[in-house]
Nanobody
């Protein structure tokens, strides 16, 4: 199974930007959809952005227009550019394949903490 390692989180003021990266230990080319999830304290993990192998993107309403997901199948990476950050974006961010998540087959990495101060 592909192992995923997230990085790029940190502390930023509201209105700032961060770029998260997800590095896969193996090829992600065979995985049609990759996504970024987040889990705030006391909240359920939610899917905030996804991208197909061909580059089609979907976003949660709460991040639409502010976040951009991209993937590089040759480098086995998925990135999340986050702009205009808000305190409510504070969470641990993870990448994974939605097809594995919905079938309870996903192995989660450590995630990367994003903290947005007001």
């Amino acid at each position: 199974q592909v192992q995923l390692v997230e990085s790029g989180g940190g502390l930023v003021q509201a209105g700032g930007s961060l770029r998260l990266s997800c590095a896969a230990s193996g090829s992600i080319f065979s995985i049609n959809v990759m996504g970024w999830y987040r889990q705030g304290t006391g909240k359920q993990r939610e899917l905030v952005a996804s991208i197909t192998r061909g580059g089609s993107r979907n976003y949660a309403e709460s991040v639409k227009g502010r976040f951009t997901i991209s993937r590089d199948n040759a480098k086995n990476t998925v990135t999340l550019q986050m702009n205009s950050l808000k305190p409510e974006d504070t969470a641990v961010y993870y990448c994974n394949a939605p097809s594995l998540v919905v079938n309870h087959l996903a192995s989660w990495g450590q995630g990367t903490q994003v903290t947005v101060s007001s």
